[in-house]
């Protein structure tokens, strides 16, 4: 009898364990490719933003500012990984994406999609005052070990439209309310071109909790994420997030420095969160 409780113990604590594998996510605005960069440009980093991501063994990447062509680059670098995403200004491939590559290995796709920031959102569209048309894409994704589901919404919010970016906020909560159904863990990244004070960070913040301010870790390296490739000067601005549901626990957060020869990757940081799921 006593060996059949120690049995069932050591396989109750066997699954336990498979259910606490952490999930290692980067978002990174990896900077549009024009040749209008110089020495700054795709053709001369792309190779160092695939080592990142592969460095730090990334399960899932969510990229911003990605155009077709660093699409095809980043597929070709990570032949074990999907992305879900489409270009915005054609729903296909024009344009940037704001896509989430996943492991494939280690993560079923179950749904997943992309609406745009408006109020006509599933048509390709201008939102309200932004300049640009910007997207949410999405995809819900279960672990391929332990069952659990997990969605991750990725974005770049609108830099110039003020009302834009109030009324993207609402949207993006609004359609994690209805894709999630009030289950499974969510995770919200991207590059949303606001301060932390700002009041679609608040209103975001009124339902899902800034990875920033609730990691167990101290945040390490970098705070700001933004600094257009100014080397020698210390990034401004904390312009780009992830956001967890209340299932989601943040183990570590970094702001990477990583760079070469006296130059960043891009014209932002990458956010690193290490991510554990939590029974409610």
């Not at 080592?51 to 074990?80: K, N, S, Y």
């Amino acid at each position: 009898m006593m060996r059949t409780i120690l049995t069932v113990l050591v396989w109750m604590w066997a699954l336990g364990a498979v259910a606490q594998e952490p999930v290692e996510l980067i978002t990174y605005n990896i900077r549009m490719n024009t040749s209008g960069d110089g020495e700054h440009a795709w053709p001369y980093r792309k190779d160092d933003v695939a080592a990142l991501f592969r460095f730090h063994r990334a399960d899932i990447f969510c990229v911003q500012e990605a155009l077709p062509e660093q699409m095809d680059d980043l597929q070709a670098a990570f032949p074990d990984f999907t992305y879900e995403g489409v270009g915005r200004d054609d729903g296909k491939r024009l344009g940037e994406f704001s896509a989430v590559f996943y492991n494939h290995k280690r993560f079923k796709k179950l749904d997943g999609g992309t609406f745009w920031l408006s109020d006509t959102p599933e048509a390709c569209s201008f939102g309200w005052d932004a300049a640009c048309r910007r997207v949410c894409s999405w995809v819900e994704l279960e672990d391929l070990e332990t069952g659990e589901i997990l969605h991750v919404f990725n974005t770049h919010f609108d830099h110039r439209g003020e009302e834009a970016r109030r009324e993207s906020a609402q949207l993006i909560l609004d359609r994690i309310e209805e894709i999630s159904e009030g289950s499974g863990a969510v995770v919200l990244c991207g590059d949303f071109n606001l301060a932390p004070d700002s009041e679609p960070i608040s209103l975001i913040q009124s339902k899902l909790h800034d990875a920033f301010l609730v990691t167990e870790q101290a945040p390490y390296s970098s705070v700001a994420t933004y600094h257009g490739f100014t080397y020698d000067d210390p990034p401004r601005d904390r312009i780009d997030y992830v956001f967890v549901s209340d299932d989601v626990k943040v183990l570590r957060y970094g702001g990477l420095t990583d760079s070469r020869d006296r130059s960043f990757f891009s014209d932002h940081l990458p956010v690193l969160v290490t991510l554990q799921f939590v029974n409610k």
